[in-house]
């Protein structure tokens, strides 16, 4: 197999990875930290594929490539980043903020260690939540920036 | 004698890592007793332990002999003020408390070296200050969070070591009157130490007539952070900037080098103008 040949290969796997993430985001309202995490990188990973591949191919070599390029493009940027990104990063702020409030309420009662410690684990996860968003956030800035 | 002191807290640090199997979020040891490991006056420990029996931070307290000295383990949680202190917008780093026994042993450094008030910025639930008080240094205790002002209120007693709810960089020192203090500043350059710093700087600046002054920073080694240009483990841009001088740099554990391999280090300068 040409190196072309490899690269328009893997190209294609990765674009199928990316097309299972962006349905599962599309259609799963309580994505987990970790597919949240998974899909920006994937996201990440394709837009680097598509600058460096872009730069390389002309619009009129390897046609079948290139208009996988452009399909990519688009779903990137008309799927992904105008509707799911915004609704991932709405319904992290909705979590954080239910969490956030369920712990508010109950800090104040007087607890046994077995309650604290149980409690420490949701602590954690708000922590979790928090970092993602801020990843989040971050690739929307990135976006702004553009 | 104190950086045996601390080598000592270091090397028990190690070894109750190692035996260690609670779920806490945080844990500390205190000595009971003073030995040759830890010369610590009888009366002094004592009041250590007292701060940390009524902290309600701690919520479990258990007997353990650590290598061969016999310690009172402490576990505690600091997730509801962690809460309440990441809704302030000018909270600069959350609430995580350094050792009981490290606060002492960096108090008597400060004592050593030769200054008299202890200006604890960030100061969490007080307990550096306390440890000043405790060496009979008269102590200020700087916290914008007021869950966490309530809590150093709750453990002034037997020892005030004046706390105050304000944002250390609008806070009116010379009202205090200090004519020979060492500022501890609360948080990692990289969270948020540099602005705190840089804030009570410029307050301090416009005091006439205070020189010498301490500034005792807390660094990190830890790779998950960026590192300075000029090292000071994250504070030597802005030792460089202010023209402090380091006068000596002492390892510490704290509650957020439980599961690291190095310790905190303090970093004790001064400024000369």
Known sequence: MSSFDDISQMFHSEYDKLVNLINSASTQSDLSLHDIVETYYQIMNMSSMITMLKQQLGSNDHKSLFGKIIESEKLISEKFNHTIHPQILQNLEKSIQETTKNLQSNSSEQKSKEEIESDAKLYEELRKKMSTKEFVEQYGKGLSDD | ?273
């Open chain 2, 1 to 273: 004698m104190i950086e045996d002191l601390a080598k000592n807290l270091i090397h028990l640090k190690k070894n109750f890592v190692n035996t260690y199997d609670g779920k806490s979020q945080i844990q500390e040891v205190i000595p009971l007793s003073t030995s040759d490991s830890f010369p610590i006056p009888q009366q002094n420990l004592d009041l250590l332990h007292q701060f940390a029996t009524m902290n309600p931070i701690y919520y479990n307290s258990f007997e353990e002999t650590v290598g061969d000295t016999i310690c009172i383990v402490y576990e505690g949680d600091i997730n509801k003020y962690w809460l309440s202190s990441i809704q302030y917008g000018t909270s600069y780093a959350p609430f995580s408390p350094t050792w009981i026994m490290s606060a002492y042993v960096a108090v008597l450094l400060a004592k050593e070296i030769g200054f008299r008030e202890i200006i604890d910025i960030g100061s969490g639930d007080g307990r550096i200050a306390f440890c000043a008080k405790i060496l009979n240094l008269e102590s200020y205790s700087i916290e914008i969070d007021d869950m966490l002002v309530k809590l150093q209120n709750q453990l002034t007693t037997p020892l005030n070591f004046h706390p105050y709810c304000s944002d250390a960089t609008t806070f009116d020192y010379s009202s205090l009157n200090l004519s020979n203090p060492v500022f501890f500043i609360g948080g990692l350059a990289q969270m948020g130490g540099i602005e705190l710093a840089s804030g009570v700087f410029e307050k301090i600046k416009s005091i006439p007539n205070l020189k010498n002054i301490g500034w005792v920073l807390a660094g990190t080694y830890s790779q998950k952070y960026p590192t300075d240009p000029k090292n000071e483990a994250g504070w030597g841009t802005l030792i460089d900037k202010n023209n402090l001088k380091s006068i000596q740099t002492i390892s510490l554990p704290t509650a957020w080098t439980f599961h690291e391999s190095e310790e905190t280090p303090y970093i004790f300068t001064q400024s000369f103008d």
